[in-house]
């Protein structure tokens, strides 16, 4: 059973347009939304994350809205750099064990120059 | 800090043989964890220690895989015997109560023949 649900799975942006990848979960438990961001060749590293008493968190360029009762959460890149080509992971966990995070597929994002 | 160390980068096997994964994580994190990668199946967990102690080793896809932590700076994730469906990246990841995300190492990536 996947609980988390990530879309899509690849996105080529022009650079300096907006980037957005959607997350869907399923268990009301969660409360914690992390988003990780991963080069080639090095493991995830964490980038923004959210909890559910907030609709919207920046963090520069990078924006995660979240809206409680579709139970959806999306990051916005703005201003998209060739820089940020990645794939990008949303992830959820459970109150009290936020430690234990379920990850969504994955998003493979290019930005050409 | 050096961040969370794996050994080694690469490691190519013939089916049937042992193969043991390293992993040190940062110091003073409490919780370790490690986590298998593949384009099917995405992120997965396999067992995460907490102080040593392993809490959740429900993700460990059969007996032929292990997991040690005999001390807080060293674990190791085993599989004997090895099999080509075993073939992925592995990532052994850390972080410290109260929980702001994960440090994930740069992974071995795994390949059985």
């Known amino acids: 059973q996947q609980q988390v649900k990530q879309s899509p799975q690849s996105l080529i942006v022009q650079k300096g347009g907006i980037s957005i990848i959607n997350c869907a979960y399923e268990n009301t438990a969660f409360d914690y939304f992390p988003w990780y961001q991963q080069f080639p060749g090095k493991g995830p590293a964490l980038l923004i994350a959210i909890r559910p008493d907030v609709s919207e968190k920046k963090e520069g360029r990078f924006t995660i809205s979240f809206n409680k009762s579709a139970k959806q959460f999306s990051l916005h890149i703005m201003d998209s750099q060739p820089g940020d080509s990645a794939t990008y992971f949303c992830a959820a966990s459970i109150a009290g064990s936020n430690y234990k995070l379920t990850f969504g597929k994955g998003t493979l994002l290019t930005v050409n120059p | 800090d050096a961040g969370v160390i794996q050994s080694p980068r690469h490691e190519v096997t013939e089916m049937g043989q042992e193969v043991t994964l390293r992993c040190k994580p940062i110091?003073?994190?409490?919780?370790l964890f490690w986590y298998r990668q593949t384009m099917m199946r995405g992120l997965e967990l396999l067992i995460y220690?907490?102080?040593?102690?392993?809490?959740?080793d429900s993700g460990m896809p059969e007996d032929r895989f292990s997991a040690k932590m005999p001390n807080a700076s060293f674990s190791t994730l085993k599989i004997q015997p090895s099999e080509p469906r075993d073939s992925a990246v592995y990532f052994c990841a850390s972080s410290l109560w109260p929980f702001y995300g994960y440090t994930f190492g740069s992974g071995t990536r795994l390949t059985v023949v």
């Open positions: 110091s003073g994190h409490d919780y």
């Open positions: 220690f907490n102080n040593n102690v392993p809490i959740d």
